[in-house]
């Protein structure tokens, strides 16, 4: 295996979803029934926050949205097919 700026990026994709669910991602992928289920519906995303986190308001919800698309797709099993880091700041800074 390569160390190179995608394994970066996944890290900060665990590191993401991590804050976001209190959950490594893998826990949410063999939970689900589905199998790779790491898609966004607003009302699931919202159900499976880490409780300990304040709950959004809904002003905050399509940012924690947005978020949550960046961390998945920084957690996509093909590194090619993941952004670089300048990518997930710039959406995540817009």
Known sequence: ???????????????AWEILLGKHPSDFISSSSTGVALTLDHLTLMDNLDERLPPPTKRLVKEVTSIAKITIACLAESPQSRPTMKEVVNELVV
């Open 1 to 15: 295996m390569e160390v190179n700026e995608k394994c970066d990026v996944y890290s900060f994709g665990v590191l």
